[in-house]
């Protein structure tokens, strides 16, 4: 009887110790990796002739977080090994330790690191020669958590002239009943901008990220005691944020990445009422902050009517057939239009004396004519917070 008992508590302790073991593998404990090592690519000894270089093939060793994590990897491009602010450029995120790099994203890469924006001046500055730049990876997991940095490499590239334009401010579009206005519709090729999805608008002052067209947002309207949220795309209902409560809650909402069913609660109103929203994203629109501020109605003037007046127009144009814009029934100051103007054209919005310009496709309103491509267009207007929008359609 004691040999039995004895050989009972020797397995009962066999037992405890594989199931103390199979709980520490399926709840593995993340530490925070110092650094990880980024591998130098095939041919690196030679000139990496970028304009036929299709693409260059990197890896790397998984940073060491204690088990095998889904890691994020961002490459960062710069012109010295300093990597300090706004001196190095960063590329989409990878999920793989083996990835591969156009030669034109590195060479677009390069073209905003010179700030060159033309091809005589690209001559000048860069000539014929070869040109080192140096590379490390960002590594981190979940939402920018426990980051850390690869060794840097060199590599010496010719590059190529290209013309890199800033991104359009990437703005972000209410739906739903709870911001007046707007309705749960989402029509694909920007149908219901306007009428039933209001774009948030530019901030006055702010500089938007030139790569990513990230910033702070600013929309000024009427809003009932329902629900709302925002979302990225028209036509799809990811990437979308939501609310974490329910609520009008200051600070970080929940995101609903693309392709995701994970729905997020809806921001919503207690009361009927003005609302001043602000939205700041970074990480092309991944991460996002909020503040809410009620407020009184605006005594700015509200419009019968909005006109798009300009060169595009039949009979000389400049008012001899202008456009007449449609007004959103549940905000006055919000005007939308589709136009195909057939040939590049200037423009300006207008009412009586009242004339607002600016810059195409996104901006807030100036005294400058709008110089518009030909093309097939959802136009909106902004009154009260002074945007002008130009989403182009199919």
């Known amino acids: 009887m004691k040999r039995l008992n004895i050989i009972s508590a020797l397995l009962a302790g066999l037992f405890c110790l594989t199931a103390c073991n199979d709980d520490r593998d399926s709840n593995p404990v993340i530490q925070q990796p110092d650094t990880f090592v980024l591998n130098m690519p095939a041919y690196s000894s030679n000139v990496y002739d970028l304009e036929n270089t299709g693409s260059i093939e990197f890896t790397c060793k998984q ?12 490459m960062q491009i710069a012109l010295d090994d300093q990597f300090t602010e706004d001196n190095y450029i960063k590329l989409d995120p990878v999920t793989t330790a083996k990835f591969s790099i156009s030669g034109l994203a590195i060479d677009k890469a390069f073209m905003r690191l010179i700030g060159c924006d033309a091809e005589e001046s690209f001559d000048k500055v860069v000539g014929s020669d070869p040109h080192s ?23 010496q590239v010719l590059p190529y002239f290209v013309l890199v334009k800033d991104a359009t401010p990437a703005v972000w579009f209410f739906v739903g009943p709870g911001a007046a206005g707007c309705a749960w519709d989402n029509k694909a090729n920007y149908e219901d901008v306007g009428e039933g999805l209001i774009p948030m608008a530019l901030q006055s002052g702010y500089t938007y990220d030139a790569e990513t067209g990230d ?19 028209p036509g799809q209902w990811s990437p979308m944020w939501g609310s974490t409560d329910g609520g009008l809650t200051d600070g970080a909402g929940q995101y609903r990445p693309l392709g995701s069913n994970d729905d997020p609660a809806t921001f919503a109103s207690d009361v009927d ?67 195909t103007f057939d040939s590049d ?21 100036g005294s400058s004519n709008i110089q518009i491509p030909a093309g097939k267009y959802r136009i909106v207007f902004n009154d009260l917070d002074g945007c002008i929008y130009f989403f182009t359609k199919d």
């Open 63 to 74: 940073p060491d977080y204690g088990y095998t994590a889904p890691v994020n990897y961002e």
């Open 133 to 155: 730049i140096v590379i490390r990876l960002r590594a981190y997991v979940g939402d920018n958590m426990y980051e850390c940095y690869s060794n840097h490499i060199t590599l």
């Open 215 to 233: 910033g702070e947002f600013v929309y000024t309207g009427p809003f009932y005691a329902d629900g709302f949220k925002l979302i990225q795309t």
């Open 273 to 339: 009422g003005w609302l001043q929203v602000i939205m700041f994203t970074s990480n092309k629109g991944q991460s996002a902050t909020f503040k809410f501020a009620k407020i009184d109605q605006p005594s700015n003037k509200v419009y019968d009517h909005m006109q798009l007046t300009g060169s595009f127009e039949a009979g000389g144009g400049w008012g001899s057939d202008p456009l007449y814009m449609t007004v959103n029934a549940g905000n006055p100051h919000i005007w939308w239009a589709d136009y």
């Open 345 to 365: 054209a200037e423009a300006k919005f207008r009412n009586g004396d009242d004339w607002f310009g600016g810059d195409f496709p996104i901006s807030l309103t």
